[in-house]
Structures are given as C-alpha cells and as structure tokens.
C-alpha cells in the first residue's frame, strides 16, 4: 500500500490510565509551542481573532437554530468594501469582490499579521446521531455512546445515514452554484477529519466540483481536525489502511499512525483541552500553509472549538452545514497561553439511562 505522508505535526496522547491528563499529549503541544516558537529569537505566538462584519454568522443577532447557508450566499453580507475603489469593473460578484478585499487585507497587513479564510464545514448526519436521537442525551452518554453499537446499526466510527448523503449532495450543489454564478473562491487546501463521516463528507462534497487545476481537491487527513476524543466509539477513528482504501486519493499528514493511538475508553476530553487542541491546530495551519483560503471538514464539537479560540461568537451547526469565517493571526511576542490538558470520567448508567 503506497500512502502520500504530508509533513505537518501531530499529537499523541499517554495510555496512563491513572491520571486524566494524557502525559503524551501534553508533552507533544508543548514540543509544537516550542519548534514555532523557536522559528524567532524571542518567545512569540499567534493570537487569533473573528474579523466582524463580513459574514451574518458572526453577528450576535443571527438566529443560528433557523440559519439556512444555502439561502444567503453562504452568510456573506452585501456590503461595499474598501477595495472596491481598486477594481476596474465595479460589476464583479460579492464573493469576486470579497476575494479582492482579502487580498487587501493581507497586502496592507503588518509582517506580523495575515489574514485567512476558514470554510467549516461540518460532516452529514451520522447512524450515532440518529441514536442519540433515539435513545436520548441522557442515556446516550452515559450508556449508548460507550458501545460499539445496538445489535442492529453499528455507530463506531460512525458512518453517514442516506440523510447524511443528501445533506452532503446538498453542499455539493451549492458549491457548484457558487462557483458558476459567483465565483466564489474555492479553498487552496483541503483539510479532513479521519473519522468515516467526515472524510465520506468532504468526498460527496468536492470531488465532483470544477476546481482550478492548482487547487484541486486533493485533501489531507488531520488527526487534530478529529470530534471530541474517549469514552465514546462514534469518535474512535478507523485505521490508516481502512481509510487509504476507502479514500485512495488522500494525503495523510507525516506521522499519521496506523491506529487509533489518541482515544480511550475511560476518559473524554473536556470542553478546555479539545480547545487546546484546536489552537495547535491552528497553528500548525498558520505557520505552514500559505493557502489564503482552507476547507476544514470536521464536527460540530471540533468547529466549536475552533470559534472559540478565534473569538468568534457562538454558532451551532446542523449537520451537513457550513460556516465561513475570516481569521486574523498575528505574532506577538511572549509566551503562548498555558493549554489545558485535562481529559474526565463521566457517569455511567444502563441501558435506560440514569
């Protein structure tokens, strides 16, 4: 089996099983602090931020229990831009004209700063999904989600319901219409989730698209981009070889194990570690790919994770939906925040629930 290995860095968390802190994990983001931080002759790191007022998913009153990204140009807000002053032809879409004020940005930035564009896009609904829904949130966490299934639908490593691959066909078409009518500017670099729902999704939702042949949909799996980690067998990813031979084409990041080395069946991360995580994420992303625009296909947790360390506002996703968002970075000096490494227990019970 030939799999493609894409250097960028991963993470790997201790089997210690009597502390709740994986030793591994801790030690491998401080290595990655250190090698960014190493790149400058003075302690330095990137502190993100939201750039408000470009997308409707950012402003505090959008509504995100009825948003439809299909309906409004994927939340782009139509407004004028100071770039527009710079373009000959004033009859350019609002996402060719977007693209322009990106390009703006960066170009005027301080060498410190630059500027990225984020399309999330979270996977399509998944058999775990329709369990819980089922079985209910209480009894799910505490019983359900901990087996690898209910004797008749198996939900480790969840794979997508027919719902899940329509929501997905949906993304896909509107991609299509996006990039016919507004030239929309489709992502330089394609990252993927490992787990089955995620790299099926982001499948179902590009390979078909008319991309530019420099940015074709070749994407990269990333074990940072994976949902939540333990306790739970919907989150336990698949092996290396199942997924290069359901997905051929992918590229893997270097060190991308042939096991599911992160998860355990006796703790869970906390909300604070899985957003320590994505700020290494981030920062792997920032520091080493110059693409303008990135595709992330991850989970509704994982997304979450990432609006919190941008600072962008809360904003829940349905499955198989998709939200933008412009992203400062800047390189200030001084150490990086101290990450939270713990991962908890949580409450058992049996098949009825607590």
Known sequence: MQVRNVRSRSFRPALKTEVFIPSLLVLT????????????????????????????????????SSFDYTLVNFGLIDRSYTSDGHDADLNLTQWQRFEHEVDRLNREAERNVHYKLLYMGRHGEGLHNVAEAFYGT?????YWSRQDG?????????????????????????????????????????????LTRCTDTANITFSGLKLPGRHPFVP??????REAIGIHTCDRRSTKTYIHNRHPTYD?????????ELWRADVRETDPALDTRMR?????????????????????????????VIGHRTFNLATGSVIPALVKAETVSGSAPLGNFTWAPQPTCGPNGP
């Open 29 to 64: 983001v401080l290595v990655t602090m250190f090698v960014v931080m190493g790149e400058a002759s003075t302690p330095s790191h990137i502190q993100y931020s939201t750039v408000l007022g470009y997308f409707l998913q950012d402003d505090p009153k959008t509504n995100d």
């Open 138 to 142: 209480p009894a799910w966490n505490c």
């Open 150 to 194: 209910n004797g008749t639908v198996v939900w480790a490593d969840a794979h997508l319901t027919e719902l899940g691959v329509a929501q997905a066909e949906i993304a896909s078409r509107f991609w299509a219409k996006e990039i016919a009518e507004q030239h929309i500017p489709t992502a330089q670099t394609y990252y993927t989730s490992p």
């Open 220 to 225: 990269t799996v990333k074990e940072l981009l």
């Open 252 to 260: 893997f990041e270097y060190g991308f194990t042939e096991d599911d």
């Open 280 to 308: 290494e994420l981030l920062d792997d992303v920032f520091s080493h790919d110059d693409s303008t625009f990135i595709s992330f296909t991850s989970h509704s947790g994982a997304i979450g994770g990432i609006l919190r």
